[in-house]
């Protein structure tokens, strides 16, 4: 079955730098496309960034482009979530999501907290 588990998350400083991680099995994973969405206390679930099963990327969050990048490691099934110059509106649950057959498919999230 598929199973999405992240890691990385924290306690860090504004301007601070985190890197998520997205540990995928249970499906091919190089070829589906990967998200990660993110979601703060009392706000809906946002869909922060995208990358393809070949490596091309959308920052779909207006507020993280220049701040945040995603990747992939197709030969460690993981997708990873760059976080940069970070701010404390960056923090939240940040989630990895990949959709097959109609179907959405999520990790448990891991907390990111940005606070001085």
């Known amino acids: 079955q598929v199973q999405l588990v992240e890691s990385g998350g924290g306690l860090v400083q504004p301007g601070g730098s985190l890197r998520l991680s997205c540990a995928a099995s249970?499906?091919?994973?190089?070829?589906?496309?990967m998200s990660w969405y993110r979601q703060a206390p009392g706000k809906e679930r946002e869909l922060v960034a995208r990358?393809?099963?070949?490596?091309?990327?959308?920052i779909d969050a207006d507020s993280v482009k220049g701040r945040f990048t995603i990747s992939r490691d197709n030969a460690k099934n993981t997708v990873y979530l760059q976080m940069n110059s970070l701010k404390p509106e960056d923090t939240a649950v940040y989630y990895c999501?990949?959709?097959?057959?109609?179907?959405?498919?999520w990790g448990q999230g891991t907390q990111v907290t940005v606070s001085s």
């Open positions: 990358i393809t099963s070949t490596g091309g990327v959308t």
């Open positions: 249970g499906f091919t994973f190089s070829t589906y496309a």
């Open positions: 999501q990949t959709s097959q057959r109609g179907y959405d498919y």
